[in-house]
């Protein structure tokens, strides 16, 4: 298994600004996932973030708002962009490890 | 695109009691099928998994059975628990490779054992 940290665990933020959300794993990856989850909703990629490489977004996302660095095998960072009260969700990382995406805890974000 | 159907919950049950969750997919090739599960003030963690078809995975009592001609991974215990209590979530990756690639997600199914 893997274990994932996450930071902030939390945080409520005003329209307009960014936050960057960081997640540490205690082993080198080579895949790293970002997803969200809105609220009452399902859990959606957003993009994959494999070392070395550029982030690979899914379609409804895009690199000017959820900019994503992936600057070693043990960490990776999302910045959510000039945000609006729709981007509140709640934010994990994941790792892939022997072919199970192990989570982590999550970043719930609100927007005002 | 692919996607997962899942059952919407509440699901209220008493100890003991036989569960099931229906999960149900779309997809194109031979995808590999998880469920994963939320503990109350818990992270997201793998239940069990299947990578193709007629492969049944069991993890804690829970089983699931791919089952390609119904597409369809329904998840199963015989006698739940007060600690199962949990949101459930049926997912898929594309291909046999496990979860190497993104994970499609059902939209969870909150699940309550009362004593």
């Known amino acids: 298994s893997a274990v994932i940290s996450q930071k902030p665990s939390r945080d409520i933020c005003q329209r307009g600004t960014s936050l960057t959300i960081q997640c540490q794993v205690d082993?080198?990856?080579?895949?790293m996932f970002w997803y969200r989850q809105q609220p009452g909703q399902s859990l959606t990629l957003i993009a994959t973030a494999n070392q070395g490489s550029e982030a690979t977004y899914e379609s409804g996302f895009v690199i000017d708002k959820f900019p994503i660095s992936r600057p070693n095998l043990t960490f990776s960072t999302l910045t959510v962009s000039n945000m609006s009260p729709e981007d509140s969700s709640i934010y994990l990382c994941s790792v892939l490890a022997r072919i199970i995406q192990f989570f982590g805890p999550g970043t719930r974000l609100t927007v005002l | 695109g692919n996607s997962v159907t899942q059952m919407e919950g509440p699901v209220t049950l008493s100890e003991e009691a036989f569960l099931t969750i229906n999960c149900t997919y779309t997809a194109t090739g031979y995808p590999s099928l998880f469920w994963y599960v939320q503990y109350p003030g818990e992270g997201l963690q793998l239940l069990l998994k299947a990578t193709k078809a007629d492969d049944k995975g069991s993890n804690k009592g829970f089983e699931a059975t791919y089952r390609k001609e119904t597409t369809s991974f329904h998840l199963e215990k015989g006698s739940v628990q007060v600690s199962d209590s949990a949101v459930y979530f049926c997912?898929?990756?594309?291909?046999?490779?496990?979860?190497?690639?993104?994970?499609?997600f059902g939209k969870g199914t909150h699940l309550i054992i009362q004593p």
């Open positions: 997912a898929l990756s594309e291909g046999s490779g496990g979860g190497a690639d993104g994970l499609t």
């Open positions: 082993s080198q990856v080579t895949m």
